[in-house]
């Protein structure tokens, strides 16, 4: 069995906050100085991060107590919220919101980020503050952890994360190039076709048999609520896309309303709430068959959405068509609302907005050829999914020293 040792996370590396250039300073910011935010880690999609939205000149970071970061720290949120981890992919350096680990020599970089993973609703719980929790950095530097004594086995346990970690980022790479494929392929046949001159005009109207409303229903049985459901809500909507379960709330609602408002094969479910200056509302996931294999209970969506039900086998030309659309902005003069809250004026752009219509042959093929990457989009999101909780099963072992990894061989 390997040896293991309790240390102090000082100990692994050198705990370094950082700081905010005054925001009154133009010439503090949009530098050459990649400069992270919590709120750059929260949309991180991999372990790896190379810069943030905002960056910071040299007359910036001169200003302020932050310092450049060598690659390979191991950036960890200490603040609003606590826990979201990454390692940097080059120099950078972050705001006050930041206790991270440069690792000392001999430490590995993913052993490091696996550690602090593992470990990190505990290090939340030891956040103070009344305003908002925040861990310091003389508690960051004196968590006490345990760690393999032998270097090689810290690479080992590592390697074994980093392995299926890997996949995962491998099938949602795969995955977006599939979805960008059948948006060029939409462009090539239909919005780019030399034939499309020749083809009707028309609108979304023309297309869709029916539209109709969510329900939130109640969060537990209650009345005559007694139906079980998965509700889809617009923040769900970017991860469905991409091949996920997203994090959708079981609800429960009455059985006649799941026969009226239930999702099929096809559908278009379309966020009609929401949005921001710079995002419209708008977004939009299209229903495969693919998807519903996944639910083991009917699927609905909030009444913050609007459900499209087209003519058969335009589900997914209706979709692309709609993407399209929304890429380029065309959806912002449809909204309105003036407290805040933008809203889609839905009715208004599906009887407006003008498309072309190809003849129903190209719809069919270009049907058939969505359809297959849905399948593989939600196939691979369905294998990160076993395999993300396959690597949440074994890390808290492999960490504790449960699991002996010393013989071996990655």
């Known amino acids: 069995?390997?040896?293991?040792?309790?240390?102090?996370?000082?100990?692994?590396?050198?705990?370094?906050?950082?700081?905010t250039p005054s925001t009154s300073r133009e010439d503090y910011y949009n530098g050459q100085i990649p400069w992270l935010t919590p709120k750059d880690l929260a949309?991180?999609?991999?372990?790896?991060?190379?810069?943030?939205?905002?960056?910071?000149?040299?007359?910036?970071?001169?200003?302020?107590?932050?310092?450049?970061?060598?690659?390979?720290?191991?950036?960890?949120?200490?603040?609003?919220?606590?826990?979201?981890?990454?390692?940097?992919?080059?120099?950078l350096c972050t705001n006050q919101g930041f206790k991270s680990i440069v690792p000392n020599p001999g430490v590995s970089s993913l052993f490091l980020y696996y550690l602090l993973r593992c470990h990190r609703d505990?290090?939340?719980?030891?956040?103070?503050?009344?305003?908002?929790?925040?861990?310091?950095?003389?508690?960051?530097?004196?968590?006490?952890?345990?760690?393999?004594?032998?270097?090689?086995?810290?690479?080992?346990?590592?390697?074994?994360?980093?392995?299926?970690?890997?996949?995962?980022?491998?099938?949602?790479?795969?995955?977006?190039?599939?979805?960008?494929?059948?948006?060029?392929?939409?462009?090539?046949?239909?919005?780019?076709?030399?034939d499309a001159r020749g083809w009707r005009r028309g609108t979304f109207s023309q297309l869709i048999e029916g539209a109709f409303g969510g329900d939130w229903g109640r969060e537990s049985p209650e009345g005559g609520c007694v139906q079980p459901v998965y509700c889809l809500r617009g923040a769900d909507?970017?991860?469905?896309?991409?091949?996920?379960?997203?994090?959708?709330?079981?609800?429960?609602?009455?059985?006649?309303?799941?026969?009226?408002?239930?999702?099929?094969?096809?559908d278009l479910v379309v966020e009609v709430s929401g949005g921001s200056p710079t995002q419209s509302t708008g977004r939009a996931a299209?229903?495969?068959?693919?998807?519903?294999?996944?639910?083991?209970?009917?699927?609905?969506?909030?009444?913050?959405?609007?459900?499209?039900?087209?003519v058969e086998g335009y589900g997914m030309f209706l979709y692309h068509y709609w993407q399209h659309l929304y890429d380029l902005g065309m959806f912002f003069p449809y909204e309105n609302g003036t407290?805040?809250?933008?809203?889609?004026?839905?009715?208004?752009?599906?009887?407006?907005?003008?498309?072309?219509?190809?003849?129903?042959?190209l719809v069919r093929r270009f049907d058939g050829v969505c359809q297959a990457v849905a399948a593989k989009v939600y196939a691979n999101g369905l294998e990160s999914e076993r395999l993300a909780a396959l690597r949440d099963l074994l890390l808290p072992r492999l960490m504790s020293g449960e699991l002996d990894v010393s013989g071996l061989r990655i």
């Not at 290090?123 to 968590?143: L, N």
């Not at 469905?240 to 239930?262: D, E, H, N």
Request: contains cysteine; hydrophobic residues 40%; glycine residues 10%.
């Open 237 to 266: 909507i970017p991860e469905v896309c991409a091949g996920g379960r997203g994090k959708m709330p079981t609800r429960y609602i009455r059985p006649k309303s799941l026969k009226t408002r239930r999702l099929l094969d096809g």
């Open 122 to 194: 505990r290090i939340e719980a030891m956040g103070s503050g009344t305003t908002f929790k925040e861990v310091s950095g003389a508690t960051m530097r004196g968590i006490q952890v345990r760690v393999p004594a032998d270097p090689g086995v810290q690479a080992r346990i590592a390697g074994i994360l980093d392995a299926l970690d890997t996949k995962i980022e491998l099938n949602h790479r795969v995955s977006a190039n599939l979805r960008q494929q059948a948006q060029a392929l939409f462009r090539q046949w239909v919005i780019d076709s030399p």
């Open 286 to 310: 299209v229903i495969s068959q693919a998807l519903l294999d996944r639910y083991d209970k009917g699927l609905v969506c909030t009444n913050f959405c609007r459900a499209l039900r087209p």
């Open 339 to 361: 407290t805040g809250i933008k809203n889609l004026d839905l009715a208004g752009l599906l009887q407006a907005e003008p498309i072309v219509i190809p003849p129903p042959r």
């Open 1 to 19: 069995m390997t040896e293991w040792k309790t240390a102090a996370l000082s100990d692994l590396g050198e705990i370094v906050g950082g700081a």
């Open 43 to 91: 949309g991180c999609p991999g372990r790896y991060i190379r810069r943030g939205q905002r960056s910071i000149t040299q007359a910036g970071l001169d200003s302020c107590s932050a310092r450049i970061m060598p690659k390979g720290t191991v950036l960890f949120s200490s603040r609003a919220p606590i826990g979201y981890v990454a390692i940097a992919e080059n120099d």
